[in-house]
């Protein structure tokens, strides 16, 4: 089912070892400042990729539901735990170059610290632009490779690659920095428009972030952020896009088969377990604790 290479967060510690350790308090007040200053206050139906154990969807509270999609099972049940089954949340194992969703149906979506992991970030984009509705939302971060740190090292000759260059530097298997331009040029190629952006945690670095308060240095970081527009040299880059009016402006259902493309998913409750069957392949996807699971159809 897939064509592309998919960084997997199964059975990671990534929000406990990376999140949860208390040394990047900053990085993740930035990006609540961030996403306060960019995303729409309200909505219908957002959807969150690459939503991992849901560290940000709280921060979405205008949203009438929200829907947590990732790779990662094991991810996707610890954002569960958190946020509890009130019905608010829906929670989707799948691919994000093939989102198991009808076209046009949410009216936000967002990609946080995600697009970095792409190995085809035009494939992506132009699948997420497919679920959205025109005139939608559409919060994207990314890693940028023209950093002050990058440009310094290069300058310095401590680094080889240039951080100037449009390409893609993969400084681990999976793991990519993008040039702002190249973003952008991206987005305008696959149905959108850059409506604003903040530039984000310039103050990373281990010596500042022992020294001053996290909370002071976000402030610093938002006030710096303004300038986003105008240049792009922080660690990470938040832009808001639009989708353009293109397609169809009503979806055709909800769920959409991920291997026929098929919008017309019922649910099946057969003795053993509770499913989605596909009423044209006649695949057929799990619903396990709470988890809408398309990482792979159920044997027939
Ligand atoms: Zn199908």
Known sequence: MNRHPICDYENSDYQQSFWDSGTRRYEDLCEARAIARLMPRKGRLLLELGAGTGRNTLRYQGYGKIVLLDYSRTQL???????????????????????????????????????????????????????????????????????????????????????????????????????????????????????????????????????????????????????????????????????DGAGPAEPAGFFQCPNCGNPDLKEDPPASMLSLVCGECKKRYAIRDGIYDFKESLPL
């Open 77 to 243: 049940r610890q954002a569960r735990e958190r946020l509890g089954d009130s019905g608010q949340f829906l929670f989707v194992a799948a691919d994000v170059y093939n989102i198991p969703f009808a076209s046009a149906l949410f009216d936000a979506a967002t990609m946080i610290r995600t697009l970095h992991h792409m190995a085809d970030p035009p494939a992506a984009l132009r699948e997420v632009r497919r679920v959205l509705a025109p005139q939608s939302a559409f919060l994207l971060e990314f890693a940028n490779k023209r950093n002050l740190k990058a440009i310094l090292r290069y300058l310095f000759r401590r680094q080889e690659w240039n951080p100037f260059a449009p390409d893609p530097i993969e400084y681990l298997p999976l793991n990519f920095d993008f040039h702002p331009r190249s973003v952008r040029g991206w987005l305008s190629e696959n149905g959108f428009r850059v409506r604003d952006q903040a530039t984000v945690s310039h103050f990373r670095i281990g010596l500042l972030k022992k020294a001053v308060p996290a909370g002071l240095l976000a402030y610093l970081d938002y006030l710096i952020g303004f300038t986003g527009n105008l240049c792009q040299y922080s660690p990470s880059v938040f832009v808001l896009a639009q989708s």
